[in-house]
């Protein structure tokens, strides 16, 4: 089993590629992406990839107050919040479970793993940027926004991966300066970096089967499904309906035919209607 520690120290990070994702692609590896703030995970991981017979690698995201430039105290708050805004997701892949790929992974311990983005309390998405924008080790790309450029686009709009005409917008937030509201240009560096965390967050909801491609497509199919059985339902209802107040008509049509017919035949002297069928 290895056990790496990635305190993300230096940025741009030095660490290309998402290693415990490549280990997962192996499919015979027990891998785990563990946070310090998630300890009921963290040792269920650890405890996971000690007892399987094969290979294990457990990554870790321990952050450094003194390095990555925030308060001690905040240290299990700002290690949350590397998994809440999607800078580190959280998740186990365990090839002895039974099923296909997707059922090998969990992402289930992230907060709200179905959805892009988790959102603060006033509703607004967190994303990377709003993480890095805690640390001091990022002022560096927190950059002036300059009255010319092109399009300020907020991070959850610009790292949607729908976003189109990303290259003609410039990634801005609005951050906290000597006490007041600023909006600051992102770096390319950091907007690069948190495109990248972005794709690796929808790329473990795919692989998961927590949101694929045809997850719409498979609940528009489903909706004009049962669109059109209830359509087909009104139309029987209606029918049923209009049948039944056809046959009232034609009941209610004869009854006042046979009460005018017998009153006229009793006001012409026949006793009682008498005659009114013969």
Excluded: K
């Amino acid at each position: 089993m290895a056990l790496s520690l990635d305190a993300q120290g230096s940025y741009p990070p030095a660490q290309r590629y998402d290693t415990a994702l490549l280990a997962t692609l192996a499919r015979r590896a027990v891998v785990a992406q563990v946070s310090i703030a998630y300890p009921d995970h963290f040792f269920e991981s650890v405890e996971r990839a000690i007892a399987f017979p094969g290979p294990a690698l457990v990554q870790i995201h321990a952050p450094s107050p003194e390095r990555h430039g925030f308060d001690t105290a905040a240290l299990f708050e700002q290690a949350a919040m590397a998994v809440r805004s999607r800078a580190w997701p959280i998740f186990s892949f365990d090839p002895s479970r039974p099923g296909v790929f997707g059922s090998c992974l969990d992402i289930s311990q992230n907060p709200d793993p179905a959805a892009p983005w988790v959102t603060d309390e006033r509703g607004s998405p967190i994303t990377p940027v709003h993480w890095a924008m805690t640390e001091r080790r990022f002022e560096a790309q927190f950059l002036p926004l300059d009255a010319a450029a092109p399009a300020p686009t907020a991070p959850a709009a610009f790292l949607d991966p729908a976003c189109v005409g990303r290259e003609n917008l410039t990634l801005s937030l609005d951050c906290e300066s000597a006490g007041s509201r600023v909006r600051r240009r992102i770096s390319a560096a950091l907007a690069s970096d948190a495109l990248d965390r972005t794709r690796l967050w929808r790329t473990l909801q795919e692989l998961s089967g927590a949101v694929t491609p045809f997850t719409e497509r498979v609940r528009a199919e489903v909706e004009a499904t049962v669109a059109r059985s209830h359509d087909d339902e009104i139309d029987r209802l209606r029918a049923d309906h209009e049948a039944q107040l056809r046959e009232l008509r034609e009941r209610y049509d004869a009854e006042a035919a046979d009460r005018v017919t017998a009153r006229l035949m009793t006001l012409a002297g026949y006793p009682d209607g008498a005659g009114v069928r013969g």
